[in-house]
């Protein structure tokens, strides 16, 4: 019974997750990468300027940045950062940003904690986030994709990320910190059930996410270098 409720509450928060996402990708300001102009055009990887781009732009529109500043300290090859807006996407990302220039992954910050354990590093004022339960677009981009992911060999995948800043959206857990009840139900001999064969563990919650200022949030549309 343990490892079932165990199971259970990992995929409510896996429930949560895709639901907070799917409302972020919905955002109506978009940067496409390369010289694209929309989703079904999208061939080139993440690049530099797509991130500069997207700073650029939060910063004009007056959005607040998420974490504070972390100081320099005396341990060796560290790196203090600034106040910084956080950037969400999927793991198969990681090989571009590690390679962007001057990207900081998170073991040379100079003090602090990351925000998450998926914490990948900094670029500029720009914190990345990366989790494989954050879903891509497959096969959404240009055709004849060269150098680039696809999962169908026909077109580019095309992976969102999402840039933001404070109070950019809102998540509403509608009944506090115990907003996932699981109900389970032991096996006992009843008629339909004679010899107790049956049980069952379930679980319900109630929950809501929304886009709270589209001016303080950006998505990126980029592929992933193959």
């Given at each position: 019974?343990?490892?079932?409720?165990?199971?259970?509450?990992?995929?409510?928060?896996?429930?949560?997750?895709?639901?907070?996402?799917?409302?972020?990708?919905?955002?109506?300001?978009?940067?496409?990468?390369?010289?694209?102009?929309?989703?079904?055009?999208?061939?080139?990887?993440?690049?530099?300027?797509?991130?500069?781009?997207?700073?650029?732009?939060?910063?004009?529109?007056?959005?607040?940045?998420?974490?504070?500043?972390?100081?320099?300290?005396?341990?060796?090859?560290?790196?203090?950062?600034?106040?910084?807006?956080?950037?969400?996407?999927?793991?198969?990302?990681?090989?571009?940003?590690?390679?962007?220039?001057?990207?900081?992954?998170?073991?040379?910050?100079?003090?602090?904690?990351?925000?998450?354990?998926?914490?990948?590093?900094?670029?500029?004022?720009?914190?990345?986030?990366?989790?494989?339960?954050?879903?891509?677009?497959?096969?959404?981009?240009?055709?004849?994709?060269?150098?680039?992911?696809?999962?169908?060999?026909?077109?580019?995948?095309?992976?969102?990320?999402?840039?933001?800043?404070?109070?950019?959206?809102?998540?509403?857990?509608?009944?506090?910190?115990?907003?996932?009840?699981?109900?389970?139900?032991?096996?006992?001999?009843?008629?339909?059930?004679?010899?107790?064969?049956?049980?069952f563990a379930s679980y319900k919650m109630w929950y809501a996410v929304l886009r709270l200022?589209?001016?303080?949030?950006?998505?990126?549309?980029?592929?992933?270098?193959?």
């Amino acid at each position: 019974l343990n490892s079932v409720t165990t199971g259970l509450a990992e995929q409510a928060a896996a429930v949560k997750e895709a639901l907070i996402w799917a409302e972020l990708v919905g955002g109506t300001n978009v940067i496409y990468s390369g010289t694209a102009t929309s989703r079904a055009t999208v061939a080139a990887p993440l690049a530099e300027e797509d991130l500069i781009a997207a700073q650029r732009y939060l910063k004009a529109a007056k959005a607040r940045p998420i974490t504070r500043m972390l100081k320099a300290s005396t341990n060796i090859a560290t790196e203090p950062v600034a106040p910084a807006f956080i950037a969400f996407g999927h793991t198969n990302l990681e090989p571009d940003f590690r390679a962007l220039t001057g990207f900081v992954p998170r073991e040379k910050y100079a003090s602090g904690a990351p925000i998450s354990d998926w914490e990948l590093g900094k670029f500029q004022d720009i914190r990345v986030i990366l989790s494989p339960d954050l879903e891509i677009f497959y096969g959404a981009g240009a055709g004849s994709p060269t150098g680039v992911l696809s999962a169908g060999g026909t077109n580019v995948d095309v992976y969102p990320i999402v840039v933001v800043g404070q109070d950019a959206y809102g998540i509403v857990p509608l009944r506090g910190m115990d907003s996932v009840s699981i109900t389970v139900k032991n096996p006992t001999p009843t008629y339909e059930d004679p010899l107790a064969q049956r049980g069952f563990a379930s679980y319900k919650m109630w929950y809501a996410v929304l886009r709270l200022n589209e001016t303080w949030m950006v998505r990126i549309e980029a592929a992933a270098s193959a």
